[in-house]
């Protein structure tokens, strides 16, 4: 059984994967990138999904263009809203070595723009059959797993959201949505470099698979992009 699903940035990496395999299994896409124009790959992968992938143009640091793409899409059921847009946070993120002014927008980007984007998106995705909320987390965010310390950025945006995830799964318990926060593992992206040791299309996958068999009781937890349930 099909649905619709929301992803943002979608445009390349994991975004563009995820896209791709729910297009490929029938589903609806709603693909969001901030520059569709540019988005060459997005658009040759619309082309081989004729009437299943629709490229929306979202930047999720932009408050009004969330709300914007929210009427846009008013009334229209939503089976998962993935939030998976994020940045590293540049080079500045060590001990004394912080860019504060890219901090703030790291963390417009990783951990405000997924409360927005759910609570823009709420009563689509209530609406739907699956009722899921998807945010790309991180094993760099867990605490329990934190045993390098550096990277201040990326490390404290991915532990908000986190925590966002996980008020979202108790405030919206009652009306049967799962939040859910996702590893993608250490991804061979823009990101995640060259030397990583995941493809974008095994992690695009895993997730996939992760999404698929979720239950009620798995709201408000972290897992990797193999099903394995990760600590804070």
């Known amino acids: ?14 975004g563009l994967e995820l896209a791709t395999r729910y297009a490929a299994d029938g589903w609806r896409v709603l693909a969001c990138c901030r520059q569709p124009e540019n988005a ?22 932009d408050e009004e263009g969330i709300r914007a793409l929210a009427r846009q899409w008013k009334g229209e059921p939503i089976d998962i809203l993935f939030n998976n847009a994020g940045v590293r946070g540049g080079e500045l993120q060590d001990l004394g070595n912080v860019d504060v002014e890219t901090w703030l927008q790291t963390f417009r980007v990783n951990t405000i723009a997924p409360l927005q984007m759910a609570a823009a998106f709420l009563e689509n995705v209530a609406g739907s059959r699956r009722r899921i909320i998807a945010t790309m987390g991180s094993v760099m965010g867990s605490i329990a797993e934190n045993s390098s310390g550096g990277q201040y950025i990326y490390r ?7 925590m966002v995830g ?6 919206l318990r009652s009306r049967g949505i799962i939040s859910v926060l996702l590893h993608p593992g250490w991804v061979k992206t823009d990101m995640g470099g060259p030397n990583a040791a995941v493809s974008p299309v095994e992690s695009a996958r895993g997730l996939q698979r992760v999404l698929a068999n979720l239950r009620p009781q798995d709201s408000g937890r972290l897992f990797d992009f193999q099903g394995n349930a990760l600590p804070w």
Not at 40 to 61: F, W
């Open 156 to 162: 404290s945006s991915k532990a908000a959201v986190h």
């Open 1 to 14: 059984m099909n649905g619709t699903i929301l992803i943002t940035g979608a445009n390349r990496g994991i």
């Open 166 to 171: 996980h008020c979202l799964a108790m405030d």
């Open 40 to 61: 060459l790959e997005l658009q040759i992968r619309q082309e081989r999904n004729p009437g299943k992938i629709s490229i929306q143009t979202l930047d999720v640091s």
